[in-house]
């Protein structure tokens, strides 16, 4: 692997992505436990965790990548051109996603999980190559603060000020007028226009951490840090709640302090074992995921959508080959919630032997 990748970034990276496939790919929506569903709205769930994880794992890439290639002498012009390069082909590759198989244009959802990457990646990279680490978090605070205060003092027509409900939110609000019949819910979207800035800090906390860990300290200096970092930030965003309540769909401030801090604690879990005590062998399958991340995350997902629109005959009725292997296979062998998750066990455990040639060659896809 390239000297500027550290293992227990990919293997961070790798938990990250296998989990976003797991809560996304049920084999029924009927029967889920319920730590694998996001919250109502306020709150938290692990799964509400999954994403924030991916957008902070981005940050540190950036700051380990880009800092090797400015070390190396790369042109700021050719750094900016890669980077807006980059952006482009996720946020094409996650339109696409939602366009497949219909390609309904008219109705297209534009926001998505692979467009906020992109977004946010694009942001946040260029923040970096501009911007040292203490601008990087004084502009962190005040788009936070900022954001808070776009929620809680800017009237929405008709609603009033301040609130933070499903309905007459200011980042609804926003959607609906700006993109009307391109979002995924009527009056919302969870990736929508103005919860990018508070998921763009996400980012930017990355870079932070990356650079902390580039720093010449000792492993053992730089997990006392991170572990700190990590437990500060996570007790403020807990505190906080009451006041400004942590929600993942409209990315409040708190969500982002409070998931950042739980991000530097598992990543520090991940970077003791692996880099401090030598115990990789769990993070193989992981691993295998976390170096081509977003290519797993795009096919398995284009993989589901193709099977989902393949009919199969079954008792006078037509069902996807996923419905039937659920009705006829995993939910009478082990009941409907295991039977359900096993599906997804299923689909990341084909993933890892699918990408294991690539693994082993250090091919890495760069989307």
């Not at 301040?162 to 609804?172: K, Q």
């Not at 039977?339 to 690539?358: E, R």
Request: a positive charge; proline letters at 6%.
């Amino acid at each position: 692997m390239p000297q500027d990748r550290l293992v227990s970034v990919d293997a961070f990276r790798g938990l990250t992505i296998a989990a976003m496939i797991l809560v996304n790919n049920p084999a029924s929506w009927s029967f889920v436990y319920p730590p694998l569903r996001h919250a109502e709205w306020h709150g938290w769930t692990p799964t509400d965790l999954i994403f924030p994880f991916f957008l902070f794992i981005v940050g540190i890439s950036v700051s380990l990548s880009f800092s090797r290639r400015k070390a190396e002498g790369r042109s700021a012009r050719s750094l900016y051109g890669k980077i807006v390069q980059r952006s482009a082909t996720i946020f094409a590759v996650g339109l696409f996603l939602h366009l497949f198989p219909r390609f309904r244009f008219a109705t297209m959802r534009i926001p998505g999980v692979l467009q906020r990457i992109a977004v946010c990646f694009l942001i946040g990279a260029l923040i970096y190559l501009a911007t040292k680490a203490k601008s990087r978090i004084v502009f962190s605070i005040s788009l936070l603060v900022g954001y808070w205060a776009l929620l809680t003092f800017v009237p929405v027509p008709g609603v009033g000020a301040g609130v933070l409900d499903r309905s007459g939110n200011l980042a609804g609000y926003v959607d609906t007028k700006l993109l009307a019949g391109h979002i995924y819910k009527p009056d919302f979207d969870p990736e929508g226009i103005l919860s990018t800035l508070p998921a763009v800090v996400t980012v930017l906390l990355g870079t932070l951490a990356g650079d902390w860990l580039r720093a010449g300290r000792t492993n053992v200096q730089k997990m006392t840090g991170v572990f700190s970092a990590g437990v500060v930030l996570t007790a403020a965003g807990l505190l906080l709640h009451p006041y400004v309540p942590i929600n993942k769909q409209l990315w409040t401030s708190t969500f982002v302090i409070f998931t950042a801090g739980m991000a530097l604690i598992v990543f520090g879990a991940c970077f003791i074992l692996i880099e401090l005590m030598g115990v990789k062998r769990w993070a193989y399958p992981f691993l295998v995921l976390g170096t081509n991340a977003i290519a797993v995350f795009a096919g398995s997902t284009l993989m589901v959508k193709i099977l989902l629109i393949i009919r199969i005959p079954d008792a006078g009725k037509a069902v996807s080959p996923i419905t039937w292997l659920y009705e006829h296979v995993l939910s009478p062998a082990a009941g409907p919630y295991l039977g359900s998750l096993i599906y997804p066990l299923l689909l990341l455990a084909l993933w890892v032997f699918l990408m294991l040639p690539l693994y082993h060659k250090k091919i890495f896809i760069r989307l």
